[in-house]
């Protein structure tokens, strides 16, 4: 039979403060609880001690029933499993959980943990109640207040139906196999259960070696060799790119089918190319090389330069450019609408709004909303310019895409976006996208490069071109990232200069005016987690504004734009938000998350005494008052129907004699045998165990019958080991591991 570990301890004859009480030598010996069960009527959810575990009164009121042994180095106290503590090196003095190290003889009293010679003398400090360590008190709680730690108090349960009632009571008890949580009775819901939350604020177990719980089961994810796919938790062994699929084989796969049918360039539509051009050619939007462009603007006033730039400045008010690249009076014009929705109309016009939420007119003059659906077309995932033209997009100013400026070449794949302000003071280019079911986003990431003629003439003008990438959604725009000019100047060239400053250099492309300089390709990236949702499409609009004048111009390229998955981070916090939109815990009542830890701001206003509500106190009452609602007022002792145990003011309603001790409710009651006759396991009735239960199996649970105190071994299913090398796909069946 187990028997607990005896504390040092040194126990002599009782002096002052008189004998009677329960030291640890008492408990721990199986002494010091009743020898028979407690019997007779009670209050429904009652709880008592007997043999070391907590006892409660059945629901009926008419007897009591087993609820909880104390573990190892506990003893059940006033209805509760509680740990004293050590009495180590002590010879006398408190334990805690109503119990003593030992008693001083007489003509001895005890001073920390030791008895020394001579009378002591009473002690009551700040108590304002209860015992003054020499069998007399420190004075009386009067009403209905009682003493509590020397505090005169009353307790204080407002809705709660069990717990602390904030006076050294309670505030009632649940009956049953009810928990009490937070104030409330909590029936724990385990069934079918092995692992988990029980609802109640506790666990219904925990899973052994690291296995995490899934739906109340302790499972092990199998993704060994998988991308994505099912990992046999409940849970994804990793998600695809938004445009590749999850195959039956768990791997990401492009299950699009290619599309290279008379074509010699370009794109596949499956993410590769259907072949390249040779040097001096280029792949026009059919598929086709053709020779590289060259921009012819001879006798051209206006128009199309032939290689998606313009000719001249944009016509005066009052003209428009013709067909042969003249501005002419707009009385001159006929509106060219036939086959577009919206759009210019070539006369100053527009051939008419888009009329759907959120549609934008494309470049082609039609309302376009490729994505509605998020299903429409793999284009609508896809953020790079591969299609090599602008089709399908909504276009302001100067937008287009190209192959190269200068030396410029695509970070990634073969065409860029370019931006400027060279045809009017806005450039601008929106499309539309979609990420189907990829998330969490965190942020959009991408490569930028900017030229402009003003970094020398306007590094310290109060205004400045700027670039700007918006997201946009249900009429709600979001703004990404920024920079201007005053941004990339250096930082000794005006106030404010130079945050984002990288090296400039001479611009290998001429701008109207000349001495225009350019950046390396730079990184850009900007928050976008809780704005993109996934399924729902949203507008990528890319904007270079002249602020500074029409004369100087500025010009962006930009590529290689990602959306990324967040990563949650709550390393060394206990609350706030984990960076991706989700929380890394709750602080309890009355504490606030500051920096990722909870804190506690205390609440004295308008108390003289009192909990500040931090664990700390907003002050102290005078002997013979006691602290209510942060008042102080009198108390009046309380020893009705009581033997024995505290009168609610400090003082003691009277003492058990020896081989007894003082319930929670004030009765004395006799000690306790310990009894494992015919038991394998549970309470030996005297705070220790019977035996454990443990086969050794992986295919049983081990279980105590605590009504029977029999040993119990119920089969369970899942993965085992049967040591036979030459079987595999081991399972637990009918409690015996069987492999295959």
Same mark, same amino acid.
């Given at each position: 039979m187990k028997?607990?570990?005896?504390?040092?301890?040194?126990?002599v004859?009782a002096g002052c403060?008189?004998g009677g009480n329960?030291?640890?030598?008492?408990?721990?010996?199986g002494?010091?609880?009743?020898?028979?069960?407690?019997?007779g009527?009670?209050?429904?959810?009652?709880?008592?001690?007997?043999?070391?575990?907590?006892?409660?009164? +059945?629901?009926?009121?008419?007897g009591?029933?087993?609820h909880?042994?104390?573990l190892?180095?506990?003893?059940?106290?006033?209805?509760?499993?509680?740990?004293?503590?050590?009495?180590?090196?002590?010879? *006398?003095?408190?334990?805690?959980?109503? !119990?003593?190290c030992?008693e001083? #003889?007489?003509?001895?009293?005890?001073?920390a943990?030791? $008895?020394?010679?001579?009378?002591?003398?009473?002690?009551?400090?700040?108590?304002?109640?209860?015992?003054? +360590?020499?069998?007399?008190t420190?004075?009386?709680?009067?009403?209905?207040?009682?003493?509590?730690k020397?505090?005169?108090?009353?307790?204080? $349960?407002?809705s709660?139906?069990?717990?602390?009632?904030?006076?050294?009571g309670?505030?009632?008890?649940?009956?049953?196999?009810?928990v009490?949580?937070?104030?409330?009775?909590?029936?724990p /819901?385990c069934?079918? #259960?092995?692992?988990?939350?029980?609802?109640?604020?506790?666990?219904?177990? %925990?899973?052994?070696?690291?296995?995490? *719980?899934?739906?109340?089961?302790?499972?092990?994810?199998?993704?060994?060799?998988?991308?994505?796919?099912?990992?046999g =938790?409940?849970?994804?062994?990793g998600?695809?790119?938004?445009?590749?699929?999850c195959?039956?084989?768990?791997?990401?796969?492009?299950?699009?089918?290619?599309?290279?049918?008379g074509?010699e *360039?370009?794109?596949?539509?499956?993410?590769?190319?259907?072949?390249?051009?040779d040097?001096?050619?280029?792949?026009?939007?059919?598929?086709?090389c053709?020779?590289?462009?060259?921009?012819?603007?001879?006798?051209?006033?206006?128009?199309?330069?032939?290689?998606?730039?313009s000719?001249g !400045?944009?016509?005066?008010?009052g003209?428009?450019?013709?067909?042969?690249?003249?501005?002419?009076?707009?009385?001159?014009?006929?509106?060219?609408?036939?086959?577009?929705?919206?759009g210019?109309?070539? $006369?100053?016009? %527009?051939?008419?709004?888009?009329?759907?939420d959120?549609?934008?007119?494309?470049?082609d003059?039609?309302?376009?909303?490729?994505?509605?659906?998020?299903?429409?077309?793999?284009?609508?995932?896809?953020?790079?310019?591969?299609?090599g033209?602008?089709?399908?997009?909504?276009v302001?100013?100067?937008?287009?895409?190209?192959?190269?400026l200068?030396?410029?070449?695509?970070?990634?794949g073969?065409?860029?976006?370019?931006?400027?302000?060279?045809?009017?003071?806005?450039?601008?280019?929106a499309?539309?996208? *979609?990420?189907?079911?990829?998330?969490?986003?965190?942020?959009?990431?991408?490569?930028?490069?900017?030229?402009?003629e003003?970094?020398?003439?306007?590094?310290? /003008?109060?205004?400045?071109d700027?670039?700007?990438?918006?997201?946009?959604?249900?009429?709600?725009?979001?703004?990404?990232?920024?920079a201007?000019?005053h941004?990339?100047?250096?930082?000794?060239?005006?106030?404010?200069?130079?945050?984002?400053y990288?090296?400039?250099?001479p611009?290998?492309?001429?701008?109207?005016?000349?001495? /225009?300089?350019?950046?390396?390709?730079?990184?850009?990236?900007?928050k976008?987690l809780?704005?993109?949702t996934?399924?729902?499409?949203?507008?990528?609009?890319?904007?270079?504004e002249?602020?500074?004048?029409?004369?100087?111009?500025?010009?962006?390229?930009?590529?290689?734009?990602?959306?990324?998955?967040?990563?949650?981070?709550?390393s060394g916090?206990?609350c706030?938000d984990?960076?991706?939109?989700?929380?890394c815990?709750e602080?309890?009542?009355?504490?606030?998350?500051?920096?990722g830890?909870c804190?506690?701001?205390a609440?004295c206003?308008? #108390?003289?005494?009192?909990?500040?509500?931090c664990?700390?106190?907003?002050?102290?009452?005078?002997?013979?008052?006691?602290?209510?609602?942060?008042? =102080?007022?009198?108390?009046?002792?309380d020893?009705?129907?009581?033997q024995?145990?505290?009168d609610?003011?400090?003082?003691?309603?009277?003492?058990?004699?020896a081989?007894?001790?003082?319930?929670?409710?004030g009765?004395?009651?006799p000690?306790?045998?310990?009894?494992?006759?015919?038991?394998?396991?549970?309470?030996?009735?005297c705070?220790?165990e $019977?035996?454990?239960?443990?086969?050794?199996?992986?295919?049983?649970?081990?279980k105590c019958?605590?009504?029977?105190?029999?040993?119990?071994?119920?089969?369970?299913?899942?993965?085992c080991?049967?040591?036979?090398?030459?079987?595999?796909?081991?399972?637990?069946?009918?409690g #015996?591991?069987?492999?295959?």
């Amino acid at each position: 039979m187990k028997r607990r570990a005896l504390l040092v301890l040194v126990v002599v004859l009782a002096g002052c403060g008189g004998g009677g009480n329960r030291t640890l030598m008492d408990v721990f010996s199986g002494d010091g609880f009743p020898e028979e069960p407690p019997t007779g009527e009670c209050v429904p959810g009652e709880m008592t001690c007997y043999s070391n575990a907590v006892w409660q009164c +059945n629901p009926a009121g008419s007897g009591w029933m087993e609820h909880q042994p104390c573990l190892e180095g506990t003893v059940c106290y006033e209805g509760a499993c509680c740990t004293p503590g050590s009495c180590e090196g002590k010879m *006398c003095g408190d334990a805690g959980c109503g !119990l003593t190290c030992g008693e001083c #003889k007489e003509g001895f009293y005890c001073e920390a943990g030791k $008895c020394v010679e001579g009378e002591r003398v009473p002690d009551c400090g700040t108590a304002v109640c209860g015992p003054d +360590n020499c069998g007399g008190t420190c004075g009386q709680c009067e009403g209905l207040f009682h003493c509590c730690k020397g505090i005169c108090c009353q307790a204080s $349960c407002g809705s709660k139906e069990c717990g602390d009632d904030g006076c050294c009571g309670s505030c009632g008890f649940c009956s049953g196999g009810g928990v009490c949580s937070e104030g409330s009775c909590c029936e724990p /819901a385990c069934q079918g #259960k092995e692992c988990g939350d029980d609802g109640c604020g506790g666990t219904c177990g %925990d899973c052994a070696g690291g296995i995490p *719980c899934s739906g109340g089961k302790c499972c092990q994810p199998k993704c060994a060799g998988k991308e994505c796919g099912d990992d046999g =938790c409940g849970g994804v062994c990793g998600t695809c790119a938004p445009w590749l699929a999850c195959g039956t084989d768990s791997k990401c796969s492009n299950l699009c089918t290619e599309s290279c049918l008379g074509k010699e *360039c370009g794109p596949d539509a499956c993410g590769g190319q259907c072949g390249g051009c040779d040097v001096g050619l280029q792949c026009t939007n059919s598929g086709q090389c053709v020779s590289e462009c060259a921009p012819s603007c001879e006798g051209k006033e206006c128009g199309s330069d032939g290689c998606f730039g313009s000719c001249g !400045l944009p016509c005066a008010a009052g003209l428009f450019c013709d067909g042969d690249s003249t501005c002419k009076p707009l009385d001159q014009c006929k509106p060219a609408c036939e086959g577009k929705a919206c759009g210019p109309d070539g $006369c100053g016009g %527009d051939c008419g709004p888009c009329a759907g939420d959120g549609q934008l007119c494309t470049v082609d003059g039609q309302c376009g909303s490729w994505c509605s659906d998020c299903q429409a077309d793999e284009a609508c995932s896809e953020l790079d310019f591969e299609a090599g033209n602008l089709v399908g997009w909504h276009v302001e100013g100067d937008g287009r895409v190209v192959s190269a400026l200068g030396a410029a070449k695509p970070v990634q794949g073969s065409y860029m976006l370019l931006v400027s302000s060279a045809v009017g003071s806005v450039g601008e280019v929106a499309f539309e996208s *979609c990420l189907g079911k990829a998330g969490p986003i965190d942020r959009i990431h991408f490569r930028w490069k900017f030229y402009s003629e003003e970094f020398m003439e306007y590094c310290s /003008a109060v205004q400045a071109d700027s670039f700007t990438l918006y997201l946009e959604k249900g009429g709600k725009t979001l703004l990404v990232f920024k920079a201007d000019v005053h941004d990339l100047c250096p930082p000794d060239a005006c106030n404010g200069c130079g945050k984002l400053y990288s090296l400039l250099v001479p611009s290998d492309v001429d701008l109207d005016q000349g001495d /225009a300089f350019m950046t390396d390709w730079m990184e850009g990236e900007g928050k976008v987690l809780g704005f993109i949702t996934a399924g729902e499409p949203f507008h990528v609009r890319v904007r270079v504004e002249d602020a500074a004048g029409p004369l100087l111009d500025t010009l962006v390229l930009v590529d290689d734009i990602q959306f990324l998955s967040c990563t949650a981070d709550c390393s060394g916090k206990e609350c706030g938000d984990d960076g991706c939109g989700g929380s890394c815990g709750e602080c309890q009542e009355g504490f606030g998350c500051h920096d990722g830890t909870c804190t506690c701001p205390a609440v004295c206003e308008g #108390k003289i005494c009192g909990d500040d509500g931090c664990g700390g106190s907003c002050g102290t009452c005078a002997p013979g008052n006691a602290c209510a609602d942060g008042l =102080c007022i009198p108390c009046v002792p309380d020893c009705a129907g009581k033997q024995c145990g505290d009168d609610g003011c400090g003082g003691s309603c009277g003492k058990c004699g020896a081989g007894y001790y003082c319930t929670p409710q004030g009765k004395c009651i006799p000690d306790c045998t310990p009894d494992c006759e015919g038991k394998q396991c549970g309470s030996d009735g005297c705070g220790g165990e $019977c035996g454990q239960c443990e086969d050794g199996n992986v295919c049983t649970k081990d279980k105590c019958n605590m009504t029977t105190s029999q040993c119990v071994f119920m089969p369970v299913e899942g993965e085992c080991d049967d040591g036979n090398p030459n079987t595999k796909n081991d399972q637990c069946v009918n409690g #015996k591991c069987v492999g295959e």
